[in-house]
């Protein structure tokens, strides 16, 4: 049987470049970043290995997008980490954003 194009594939995920942004949860701030192979690239930030993040660690990973190549997802973190990049995430993830709030308040 073909592969078909929705078929999720552990193997056909290394294919992908992946954009993604961790929420830190020592001071709330987000780190948007880039990479070939996410799960590696967590754990690398769960361990401290990644100078940026090793001190606003426990990190989560809030949100992701696979790209095709390597210049997209690195267009998409740029943009991703401008004025208008920052609102398209407040707008694409308002639902955790306030559900963060809620619990904070609590």
Known sequence: M???PCEINSNKM???FYTYILRSEKDGKNYT???KDLNLRFEQHQKGEVD???YRRPLKLIYFEACLSQK???HRE???KTHY???FLKNRLKSYFTWQEEITND
């Open 2 to 4: 073909p592969d078909l």
């Open 14 to 16: 290394k294919d992908f």
């Open 33 to 35: 970043g880039y990479t």
């Open 52 to 54: 940026s993040t090793k």
């Open 72 to 74: 997209d997802a690195l």
């Open 78 to 80: 740029k943009y991703l």
């Open 85 to 87: 990049g920052k609102m």
